[in-house]
């Protein structure tokens, strides 16, 4: 690295100038986070993910306006229903229909929406709950040593068969609360939330407890900052890589793991399409239309490895160690 | 040595009791249990005595104590009874399960051994497959195998046990007919001709199982033989004259082994609960498929148990992980 022209050797030079705006010689400093795209944009991997899954969040957030058929319509006349039942794809209908006449591809369209969305939340739920347990284990010595036998304890727990309880136990309960479409989505949401967020606190504490030994928190500290502006001002931005790493994969496990609980019948209601739901549904009809089981299970698995790439690129994009490659 | 494991012990003990606390509670304080579902028209008199018939008028921490006892006592003392032809248990009462009147641990008993088999054998190939590519990727860092394997070790690590399954039944029994789509649970081994016929309703499920923890355990091996070839003891090793093979396999690959059982042991959880789904994918009849059939039919004894049986398990096999990590690692045993 004797020249440093050197740097972008092995990146397109002219695409990394026009993206951050300035070139290597010029007067305002690099932002760290053109630093990390440029590397994020180098991970085939990860620019790939980033494409299929902006285009199956794309199709499951537009796609139900564009293609207007109802996915909970059956045909009124039994008659009618009859002649829908099982079809193969067509133009009509491209995924074929399902046993009570229903389009398939609007069923996976909402079912994604669903599928995506359960996800995401309970990926935040334990996102919150992983990053206050890890702080809060690393910044405040006394509570260390509780804080990680809690997260020991909950990395003992036997999740899916606590999961498939809790469903069993509080379904009903929250359903007649907030009807059963929002009762399940609460329950589920915070059930994922609630048993996978001790990864996260783990690595969290790790970098607090390393962070609050730096100069720049005892230079904070010194001049009288309160510890919560501290640990919002300073140690927060600075434990965001991890967090985001670890954020990518609650998203992938959190959809696996709504999709297994749809698959044992225990997570939404049957007439709430999500993609495990209609895989569980398709298992029954595989033998005569393997489609029925295929499609929401390449969708499921598409989303899952497009996120873990993602994942992949960003843990090398985030690592200062790599980027400087 | 001994000192550690003592201890590793006496740490089982307070997390098991915890967990056992938790699932009773859960299970308990539910409002889905059953206690708070007695109808309106049944009397309040009536409605007494059932609750007291059930003990449920009893503080808590009676009722879990008395759980405990249950659990820890008096069904291991039915365990050593049925072995030594003793009477330990003395009639006490057992946990019964309210589905079949029968004993729950005795259900438990017959199904273990499948799910055990099923998951060890996935669980064992899953080792013997991963090691080897995990090494030789790591030793030929970015060659194509290298990367092919590391594509291959994503998608199996993405796509959910239950679509491989599925997929599976769908190529290999419905359209090439080459295996059974489900595990007959009533065959007993006696001559060669059930053996094959045992090893051929295994394939599908041990291979799905495999496929997946092979994937997690072959990038582990991978990342943590990448980072011993590049140590100093490694290049030492070949300066003094070792041949390649025992560089790699005798120096390298027994200090990445290390970090590698932590992660089968970190790894035990989403064995048990990957076990639920296998079970109900191929209808192996084990302890998996007794918990989704005790949840489906509100068989609350059967499900507290089973719950806790899978905690016992991850702790147990945990604990056998730390031993074994002690014992690989001698640093360990003295922090």
Redesign the interface.
Known sequence: MSEPVSETVGKPVSETVSETGHGLFSDRPRSPWADVLRQFRSHGGAVAGVVILGLLVLAVVVGPFLWRLDPAFIAPKATDMFKMRNLAPSLAHPFGTDQLGRDQLARMLAGGRVSLAVGFVAMLISLFIGTTVGVLAGYVRWLDGPLMRLTDLFLALPLLPLLLVMVMLFRDALASVLGPEAGAFLLIVGAIGLTSWMQAARIVRGDVLALKEREFVLAARSIGTPPHLIVLHHILPNVISPIMVAATLGFASAIITESALSFLGLGFPPDFPTWGRLLFEGVEYMQADPNRVLFPGVAISLTVLSINYIGDGLRDALDPRLRRR | MLTYALRRLLLAIP?LL??SL??FL??DL????PMSEIPRSIPPEARQKMIEALGADQPVLVRYLLWLRQFFLIEPAYLIDGWFGTSLGGGAQRILSWQSRAPVFDVIGQRLGQTMTVIGAGYVIAVLIAVPIGVYSAYRHYSWFDQVGTFIA??G????T??TG??L??IFA?NLGWFPSYYDTSLTVTDFATFKRQVWQMALPVTVLALFHAAEISRYTRSSMLDNLGQDYVRTARAKGLLEPQVVLKHALRNSLIPVVTVLA?GM??I???S??VE??FKVNGIGAA??GA??A?DLPM?QT??FI??V???VF?LVADLLYGMLDPRIRYE
Do not use: E, H, K, R
Request: glycine share 6%.
């Open positions: 997390t915890l967990i938790i699932i859960m299970v539910a409002p889905g249990s994503m998608i690590y993405s796509v959910p239950f679509f599925v997929l039944i769908v419905v970190l959880p989403s048990f609960g990957g639920i789904i109900q994918v918990l989704i949840i489906v509100n499900v089973l719950t899978f905690a398990l991850i702790v945990n």
